[in-house]
């Protein structure tokens, strides 16, 4: 990289790396339904006895916990970014999140 793409930010990070994390490590913006893991593993370890869809949407999440790791492993790292915004555990992901277009 040279001098005129590292331009430092306020935070001291150069914005040039902020873009190559944005761009590499986040998914597009996730469409459609998701599932609250933390309302579904919480009505398992709290005691409740799984019904249909809880034994459903476990078995998914298991599915989808598989499909990160194989992903991640062969260097596709934006199924975790996927996969947590999926279970609405993307909180605290960062507001610019459009992945640069890969032309």
Do not use: W
Not at 20 to 28: K, S
Not at 59 to 84: C, W
Request: glycine content about 8%; overall charge neutral.
């Amino acid at each position: 990289m040279d001098e005129q793409n590292t331009t430092k930010s306020d935070s001291g990070t150069s914005i040039e790396l902020e873009r190559l994390v944005t761009r590499d490590l986040l998914a597009a913006d996730h469409k459609g339904m998701k599932v609250s893991a933390e309302g579904l593993l919480g009505r398992i370890t709290r005691g409740k006895r799984p019904d249909k869809l809880d034994r459903y949407l476990l078995g998914e999440m298991l599915n989808h916990l598989e499909l990160v790791g194989k992903r991640y492993y062969a260097g596709d790292v934006t199924g975790v970014d996927e996969f947590l915004q999926l279970y609405c555990l993307a909180e605290t992901r960062p507001i610019n999140n459009k992945p640069a277009s890969k032309n």
